[in-house]
């Protein structure tokens, strides 16, 4: 009887281990069943390591990629615009759609497992547009970016060094042509900034600096802090506030940053978003780099340069939001999901984040960035449209400076931000700003 009893217990321990097994079984298919379809030794997605299911297209549906047939979009220009966007077939890109989306593109469903074929993954991108910015760039490094500030729609995403995915090259690891091309240099390129950062130290004066925009300053062509010279490429002469940032005076901006102190400077450049990374769609970005050294390095702090570090992406979304009147749209790349017939698979969430500064700092900062266009870049290289805009031209150990054009347009019909790194481009507003000029006529046809 006592045997008898003992088997019993035993079937019955056995049976409920049995179904706690199923049960972790059955949770693991549901929530983990993505991974398991998504890695790349499960030949029913993959084909020598590339994805074989699935579709990468552009907003307006125009297929970049085909993962059935393994074939990219026949023109060699457009494939080039958009392969940091899209990715290689060897999976060289990490933060590419190939890559990042895999297990959206292979459309693993726990009812039918991946029976029902590949999703079409849609990106934000704007493939047209997109091949504007790469030609724009004609062949040098750097990236070029536009975004919806109230949706988040990343339209043009352009990181150069690039090359033809259809057709990849020999790369060696010491060929200067293709330095740093599997990089997305939005998502994960560090630039020091120059004078783009003045935008920070112009918000952290307006806020910390009480009666700022009612003193003048007078440049002289450098200013002596403690044993550095800070030195501009002309004597400004007499100004205010805003004449000094269109001017993009060293002198005024190394004063400013020292009467407002490394701390403040920090805690600024923290609260615009540009020490640390943020997720685009899931993709992360890089974080940014502020030190704040002490006399004449925090000078050079808050003009942009010293040791200042700045991702591309995180000046994209500070320009997106200075220009928002409340919350601003957190930059995204996935735009939907179709799945069997075409039904949506996935609704991609928006999400939005606290604007930067006080309103009033930021109406301040669009008037003196509208001023930058009217009174130094010029308002015909923009025709009607309503830029705001601050140029940078960087300083770097080796070569020519870096060129960068940021800003947004400042109407709610056509709400664009941009951003515009040119390397080794010289300067800022001529160069950088005549690639932003062909984006944004482009993006507003």
């Known amino acids: 009887m006592k045997q ?8 019955l321990l056995l049976i409920v281990l049995l179904g706690l097994g199923l049960a972790l079984f059955c949770l693991r298919y549901t929530f983990r069943g993505e991974a398991w379809a998504s890695f790349s030794a499960n030949g029913h997605a993959y084909t020598d390591g590339v994805v074989r299911t699935g579709q990468v297209l552009d907003r307006n549906g125009t297929v970049l990629y085909d993962g059935p047939s393994g074939v990219y979009h026949e023109d060699s220009a457009l494939r080039q615009a958009t392969l940091h966007a899209v990715g290689d077939q060897l999976g060289n890109i990490s933060t590419s759609a190939l890559e990042a989306f895999q297990s959206r593109l292979i459309g693993f469903d726990p009812l039918t497992g991946t029976l029902s074929g590949g999703h079409k993954v849609y990106l934000t991108i704007d493939a047209d547009l997109s091949r504007t910015a790469w030609e724009a760039l004609d062949g040098r490094k750097g990236v070029a970016a536009v975004y919806n500030y109230q949706t988040g729609d990343i339209l043009c995403m352009v990181s150069n060094p690039s090359f033809d995915p259809a057709d990849p090259p020999e790369i060696s690891d010491d060929d200067s042509d293709y330095e740093g091309v599997y990089l997305n240099r939005l998502l994960s390129g560090l630039y020091t900034p120059g004078s783009v950062f003045k935008v920070v130290t112009t918000a952290a004066a307006l806020e910390q600096l009480p009666g700022v925009e009612e003193r003048t300053f007078t440049c002289d062509g450098s200013v002596t802090i403690g044993d550095q010279v800070i030195t501009c490429p002309y004597a400004h002469g007499e100004m205010d506030l805003s004449d000094a940032f269109a001017r993009s005076c060293n002198g005024v901006y190394a004063q400013l940053a020292v009467e407002l102190g490394a701390d403040v400077l920090q805690d600024y450049a ?3 978003g540009l020490l640390e990374g943020f997720s685009v769609s899931g993709i992360p970005t890089v974080s940014g780099l502020f030190t704040a ?3 004449g390095d925090l000078g050079w702090s808050g003009v942009g340069q010293y040791e200042d570090m700045v991702n591309p992406c995180a000046m994209l979304a500070l320009m997106g939001s200075i220009a928002s009147d409340d919350r601003a749209a957190t930059p995204r790349l996935l735009y939907r999901e179709t ?3 075409g039904l949506p698979a996935a609704i991609p969430a928006k999400e939005k984040r606290a604007a930067v500064f006080t309103a009033e700092t930021r109406q301040t900062l669009r008037d003196m960035m509208a001023h ?5 870049y010029g308002q015909s290289r923009f025709g009607d449209l309503a830029v705001c805009a601050k140029s940078g031209t960087a300083e770097v150990s080796d070569g020519a400076p870096h060129a960068w054009f940021v800003g947004f347009v400042d109407d709610n019909t056509l709400p664009l931000a941009f951003v515009v790194v040119v390397e080794h481009g010289g300067s800022g507003s001529d160069v950088a700003g005549s690639v932003a000029a062909q984006l944004l006529e482009q993006a507003q046809s």
Request: a positive charge; hydrophobic letters at 40%; proline letters at 0%.
């Open 270 to 272: 923290r609260q615009a």
């Open 293 to 295: 050294g002490s006399s």
């Open 339 to 341: 799945g069997v017939l």
């Open 372 to 376: 930058n266009v009217q009174e130094t």
């Open 4 to 11: 008898v009893k003992f088997r019993s217990v035993l079937l």
